[in-house]
C-alpha cells in the first residue's frame, strides 16, 4: 500500500502521524496482505480491508492513548498482528508483548519487526492460559480485539496485569450481561469509569477494565472457562 494511500484512509478515522509512521503502517499493511495468501493471516483479502480493519480500527479508540512512557503492554490473541503492531507504531515509548497461539502468524510479526527495527515489540507463541504463570502481574496494560468474548478475556487478561493495571477489550457494553460482569469481578477487575477513561485518554468505545485485587488461581483450563462462557450466556 502506498503511503498517500494509507493517509488518506487514517484522515477518515481522525488520524494524523508523522510520515515514518505512516509508512510503517503501510509497509504492514503491505506484509500482511503479501504473505495472507500463504499463511491465512487474516480473513481479510484487499488492501484497503486489512489498512482499514487491522490499523485504523485498532488505532482509533486509543488514538489519545496517555501513559507513562515505559509502560509494559501486551496483545492477546494478535493474528496478524492487531491491535499489537499498529499501537506499537502509533506509541514507540511502551513496550508491546504479542501473543499468539499460532507460530506461523507470530513468526510473521517477528519477522516484520525485526526488518522495520521495531524494537519495542516482542512477540511470544502459545496458548495465553497456559503462559499466565510466566507472565503473571507482568504488565500494566492488556488489550485484546478478536481472540474471544469478554467472559473469556477477563478470566485470561487478568493474571497478566499488576494491581492498578488495565484490560481494553475491542467489545461493545451490550456483551455485559449481569454474569459475566460477576465473573469480571471475580477475577479482579472492575469496570473503569468516564473519569478513568478521559485521564487515559480513551473514547467511549470498547470495554475498559481496572485490576482491583489478585483474582486468585487464575486462569483456569480452556474447556473449564469456555463451559463458564458458555453458561453465562443463558
Known amino acids: 500500500m502506498e503511503h498517500y494511500e494509507i493517509h488518506s484512509l487514517l484522515e477518515k478515522y481522525g488520524l494524523s502521524f508523522a510520515a515514518a509512521q505512516e509508512a510503517l503502517l503501510a509497509a504492514f499493511v503491505a506484509d500482511v496482505c503479501a504473505r495472507n495468501r500463504r499463511y491465512n493471516l487474516t480473513g ?5 480491508d486489512i489498512a482499514e480493519e487491522l490499523v ?3 488505532i482509533a479508540p486509543l488514538k489519545n ?3 507513562p512512557r515505559g509502560t509494559w503492554a501486551a496483545d492477546m490473541g494478535t493474528g496478524a498482528g492487531a491491535p499489537g503492531i499498529p499501537l506499537a507504531v502509533v506509541f514507540p515509548e511502551i513496550n508491546w508483548v504479542l501473543f499468539d497461539s499460532n507460530a506461523k502468524k507470530t513468526s510473521f510479526i ?10 519495542n515489540v516482542l512477540t511470544v ?4 492460559e497456559e503462559l499466565a504463570a510466566d ?9 485484546s480485539r478478536a481472540m474471544a468474548e469478554a467472559y473469556i478475556c477477563a478470566e485470561l487478561g487478568a493474571p497478566l496485569l499488576k494491581k492498578g493495571g488495565l484490560l481494553y477489550l475491542y467489545s461493545n457494553t451490550d456483551a455485559l450481561s449481569a454474569k459475566v460482569l460477576s465473573h469480571c469481578k471475580a477475577c479482579g477487575l472492575s469496570l473503569s469509569k468516564n473519569e478513568k477513561r478521559e485521564e487515559l485518554g480513551i473514547n467511549n468505545e470498547g470495554l475498559l477494565f481496572e485490576k482491583i485485587i489478585d483474582g486468585g488461581a487464575l486462569p483456569r483450563r480452556f474447556s473449564a472457562i469456555k463451559r463458564g462462557a458458555m453458561n453465562s450466556r443463558n
Open 125 to 128: 507463541t502459545g496458548r495465553i
Open 56 to 58: 485504523c480500527r485498532s
Open 44 to 48: 481479510r483479502s484487499e488492501e484497503k
Open 65 to 67: 492513548l496517555n501513559v
Open 110 to 119: 517477528k519477522a516484520f519487526a525485526r526488518r522495520e527495527k521495531l524494537v
Open 135 to 143: 507472565f503473571k502481574d507482568s504488565f500494566d496494560f492488556v488489550v
